[in-house]
């Protein structure tokens, strides 16, 4: 199952609008950009898989840090390589400016999430801090500085005090921020 | 370790679980089935058997958006078609029920979809917002806001007044008798007729200042008649329908403002103003996604960088520091009130200034040429000229205040909006108490009730001023932008002078660009009286203004090294422009309420006031009508409503305290139940000690 290249057909077309937050319009788009990005022997695939180096070269991923991150999360092939038209559609879905912010929440939780295990530990922490700041050494914070900075967020959003942040507590936080679901948007 | 979700193909054999969590450590395994894992977002296969459980009955389920499903598409796939297999049983009504609401909710996408399309300008303010962050878009959205306000409003005042006077302007005017008080014949002399032997150069004149050859046309309220028509099945009381048309452009507006402040209010009450857990708000919701460029995205970088240093460094010396002692609170206090006195001085400075300037201007209105030009925009010159210096100044004040920052920018911005407000208000009071002799010579207004040697026709001249206005607003930001900006940016980046350096290119401050749409948005509406084609003007030149302003932007500007914070400046922004409705509210009540109209011009020629319109044409409705509207005034009706709402008032009232006490209550739960888990956990440690089993 998947689209052909070239054209999306109208049933297709209605159950990607039933199954995510884009409007037609989006839908359209993204398939064009998502053809543009397959090779010419990818194209005649019946369910083609852009590779990672590929989706990358889009503008609007190209220079955010957590390109790689979002790959992964959004990618359901075993290797975590590479996106179908339908997880493309799922990652402009949760991106999209009508998406719920549960679901923006969980995406973003596990785009965090930079070693897979369900919570954010300390070294995630200091993962996405660096991604923050700039991974360059003069942009970088202090070993002292991140070291208070991550016990102060461990103390603000750590409720049942493990150590580690949840999706609960992950969400506690994202719920009392108004300016999440403004920022957490890519659009076309 | 599970972390990918396991895929199967298509539809059926698919596991419910999903993202699930890491089972090496030795946690409690939940036993219980209802409640979920926290990181599992598990689906219920079998939603119409818990749905039993509650409610006891055979109600159906509604089934479950897919769309807020995280889990990837072919699942999403996967769960509809086995929604679409379990056929519930339902009741006709609920049948009939559940396709009206899936025939509305398509309905609403293909108007989304509509809207999408036609969205003004949707391409540039993502280029905007993804360049220069969310603050400066902001920005943007409210000038989108404004240009559609009064695009609407001028389409209302064209439908109800413009077109009607055209078509009606063959039918015989003053088709009213019009009542002969006294020495009325002085009062109804208008001399409107240009002066036939002018040069060139005065037209320019007359287009800029509205004069001349503008005065008499359907620009100001003079040209307008009071013609009633009166046919066999058709009426149209052009008198009533200009009233009308103005008192419900108020209401449209204000209905417009409310609805958007709502929406920006509710999400700012919700997440409560956020001022505790700043670090983790700032590393988990601080990245703009929607950032385009290897500029911007090192910028913001930048920018997180300096937030979290500034914030840790705060913090350490607030760790550090002793209280202030109570010598120094004194000097602090007083200090604080010695420079709000100064702020306040300077503001009355100005305002005297403009009083000063707005009589000098109005006797030297036998003028012409470019002086006589000069004189007629006095009091706009010394506007703008106080509203630019006087908030440069409050703001140095403010900063030897030393709030704390964030206090620092509102007090300053309130200082502003009140300075440009009210010097408006002193403006429209001078012309007023011209108009009426509040002062000065009271013989002058015996005969007609007005200064009608001045002024034959006050209210054309009270449209001119705001036409003044709103034009000059427009000159200057014109003017600014070739004259200051685009130099200042040259200048900077060709010459290598340390201190041309040091202060850079220009910034662009939303708060006092903000302010400027306001105080154009008032002068219009106060204006709108007196000159019917002004918002549709205003339309145009909001229009300008976006591109002017994107041109700056993007030529000129350097993004601002502070982020600016956008939910609360939205709700300040709206709120900003309410007062400026107020305002020019209390200046329409005034002027339809109290001031007898000019006998000479414009639809309310013969009447003692503006509003006398009503009660006249109240008379003529028919007697079930009139009893029905002395109904409705009357205390029988009013007193029962009045309690009704605020019976209402107090149920809401309630309703939110015991939301807000929930919402406690199930906080200090979590607590609980996380000392429970950690309790548990160290028990289950002991005795795996004790019993000397190793996990």
């Known amino acids: 199952m998947g689209a052909t290249a070239s054209h999306l057909g109208k049933d297709l077309l209605s159950e990607y609008q039933e199954l995510t937050f884009l409007t037609k319009q989006e ?24 590779p990672t180096e590929a989706i990358l070269t889009l503008p609007e991923l190209k220079s955010n840090p957590f390109r790689e991150r979002i790959v992964r999360v959004f990618s359901t092939s075993e290797s975590r390589d590479g996106l179908t038209f339908e997880d493309f559609l799922d990652l402009l879905s949760a991106f999209s400016d009508s998406a719920t912010l549960e679901i923006k929440s969980h995406y973003a939780f596990r785009i965090f999430d930079f070693d897979d295990d369900g919570t954010l530990d300390e070294s995630d922490l200091e993962k996405l801090v660096n ?18 900075l991550i016990r102060n967020i461990l103390e603000e959003s750590d409720i049942d005090k493990d150590g580690t942040v949840n999706l609960s507590e992950f969400q506690h936080v994202i719920s009392r921020s108004p300016d999440f679901v403004s920022s957490f948007k890519i659009v076309l | 370790m599970n972390s990918h979700l396991q895929r199967q193909g298509s539809a059926t054999a698919v596991q419910g679980t999903g993202y699930t969590s890491d089972q090496g450590s030795p946690r409690l395994r939940r036993v219980t089935s209802s409640r ?26 509604p089934p479950k958006d897919l769309r807020a499903l995280p889990m990837p598409m072919a699942l999403k796939r996967a769960i509809s078609q086995v929604q679409q297999m379990q056929v519930p049983v339902l009741s006709s009504f609920q049948s009939w029920k559940r396709s009206k609401a899936k025939s509305l909710s398509r309905a609403r996408k293909s108007i989304g979809g509509f809207l999408h399309y036609i969205t003004l300008w949707r391409r540039s303010l993502n280029k905007i917002g993804g360049n220069f962050g969310d603050g400066v878009q902001s920005y ?234 000069f004189y007629e925009y006095l009091p706009s010159i010394v506007i703008t000229v106080g509203n630019f210096v006087v908030p440069v100044l409050c703001d140095q004040i403010a900063m030897l205040e030393r709030y704390n920052p964030s206090i620092t920018v509102i007090v300053a911005l309130l200082r502003s909006v009140f300075l440009r407000m009210v010097s408006l208000g002193v403006l429209l009071f001078t012309l007023w108490s011209q108009i009426t002799c509040f002062e000065g010579a009271p013989e002058e207004c015996a005969l007609c009730h007005y200064n009608h040697k001045s002024y034959p026709c006050w209210e054309t001249r009270v449209g001119q001023e705001m036409y003044k206005l709103t034009l000059f607003d427009l000159l200057i930001t014109l003017a600014m932008l070739v004259l200051v900006e685009f130099p200042r940016r040259m200048v900077v980046d060709n010459s290598s002078n340390k201190l041309v350096q040091f202060l850079g290119r220009q910034e662009f401050l939303v708060p006092v660009n903000v302010l400027g749409l306001v105080y154009g948005q008032t002068v219009v509406w106060t204006g709108a009286l007196f000159c019917p084609l002004l918002p549709l003007l205003n339309t145009l030149k909001f229009v300008i203004v976006f591109y002017a302003k994107k041109i700056t932007l993007f030529s000129n500007c350097r993004p601002a090294a502070k982020t600016f914070r956008s939910t609360k400046s939205k709700v300040f922004f709206l709120l900003v422009l309410l007062f400026g409705w107020s305002l020019a509210l209390v200046a329409l009540i005034y002027s339809i309420a109290k001031i007898h109209p000019s006998m000479s011009c414009g639809p309310f020629r013969s009447l003692s006031s503006m509003w006398t319109i009503v009660p006249d044409s109240f008379y003529s409705l028919s007697l079930t009508t009139q009893g029905f509207l002395y109904f409705i005034g009357s205390q029988g009706f009013s007193i029962p409503l009045f309690l009704f709402f605020s019976v209402v008032m107090c149920y809401f009232i309630a309703l939110a305290s015991v939301y807000g006490k929930s919402v406690d209550l199930l906080k200090a739960q979590l607590k609980l139940e996380a000392r429970d888990k950690q309790f548990l956990v160290k028990q289950i440690e002991e005795l795996s000690r004790t019993l000397g089993v190793a996990r």
């Open chain 1, 27 to 50: 839908i359209l788009l993204a398939h064009k950009r998502f053809t543009e990005l397959l090779s010419r022997e990818d194209k005649n695939l019946p369910d083609p898989r852009a």
């Open chain 1, 131 to 148: 991604c923050l700041t700039g991974e360059t050494d003069d942009t970088r914070l202090t070993p002292d500085e991140m070291k208070q």
């Open chain 2, 36 to 61: 979920s894992d926290q990181n599992v977002p598990q689906f219920n296969w079998l939603p119409a058997s818990a749905a039993q459980e509650d409610a006891g009955q055979e109600a159906a389920v």
């Open chain 2, 140 to 373: 943007f959205l409210f000038l989108r806001f404004l240009v559609v306000l009064n695009f609407l409003s001028s389409m209302l005042i064209t439908g109800f007044v413009l077109i009607p006077s055209i078509v009606f302007r063959s039918v015989a005017s003053d088709s009213m008798n019009v009542t002969d008080n006294g020495a009325a014949g002085e009062c109804r002399q208008y001399d409107h007729k240009p002066d036939p032997l002018v040069r060139y150069f005065s037209y320019f004149l007359d287009l800029l200042s509205g004069t001349g050859f503008m005065e008499y046309t359907y620009l100001f309220y003079g040209y307008y008649h009071n013609t009633m028509v009166a046919e066999s099945d058709f009426s149209y009381n052009i008198p009533l329908a200009y009233l009308f048309t103005a008192v419900f452009y108020f209401a449209f507006c204000l209905i417009c403002i409310t609805a958007r402040t709502g929406t920006a209010v509710r999400v700012a009450v919700a997440t409560g103003g956020g001022a505790t857990g700043s670090y983790s708000r700032i590393v988990f919701t601080g990245w703009d996604f929607g950032c385009l460029g290897d500029r911007a995205t090192k910028l913001k970088q930048k920018n997180l960088h300096y937030q979290l240093q500034v914030d840790l460094e705060e913090e350490r010396i607030k760790n550090e520091a002793a209280s202030l002692t109570l010598r120094q609170k004194v000097l602090l206090y007083s200090s604080r009130i010695f420079l709000s006195l100064v702020a306040f001085g300077l503001i009355i400075a100005a305002f005297f200034g403009i009083y000063q300037a707005t009589i000098f201007s109005q006797s030297k209105v036998k003028e012409t040429g470019v002086l006589g030009l």
